[in-house]
Nanobody
Framework: QVKLVESGGGLVQPGGSLRLTCAPSGFRLDDYSIAWFRQAPGKEREGVACISEKDGRTLYGASVKGRFTISRDEDKNLVYLQMDSLKPEDTARYHC??????????????????WGQGTQVTVSS
């Protein structure tokens, strides 16, 4: 059974940084493309970042490009989302998920298979 657990969320001031961690249960993260998506109350799910299973390429949503970095530690079997220069509009619940393709083709269009419960990120002064 594919299961993912997120951690690392919290309250941070605008301009600050957080690092989220995604830990799998029952599988290796490099067997899948792994994405992060976020959802705020009353808003649609938004794909934030993805790292490809096939070649490790990374893709980002337009609203976070240049500020967020997704990475994978194969030895520890973890995926990270480093979030810098955070803005109040980044406030949301963040989930890591398996993405349905080898090259993150569908992460921007809700192409997710399994995902975790999420971790809350709040950006506020």
């Amino acid at each position: 059974q594919v299961k993912l657990v997120e951690s690392g969320g919290g309250l941070v001031q605008p301009g600050g940084s957080l690092r989220l961690t995604c830990a799998p249960s029952g599988f290796r993260l490099d067997d899948y493309s792994i994405a992060w998506f976020r959802q705020a109350p009353g808003k649609e799910r938004e794909g934030v970042a993805c790292i490809s299973e096939k070649d490790g390429r990374t893709l980002y949503g337009a609203s976070v490009k240049g500020r967020f970095t997704i990475s994978r530690d194969e030895d520890k079997n973890l995926v990270y989302l480093q979030m810098d220069s955070l803005k109040p509009e980044d406030t949301a619940r963040y989930h890591c998920a398996t993405e349905v393709s080898q090259f993150c083709t569908y992460f921007g269009v809700n192409g997710f298979g399994s995902w975790g419960q999420g971790t809350q990120v709040t950006v506020s002064s």
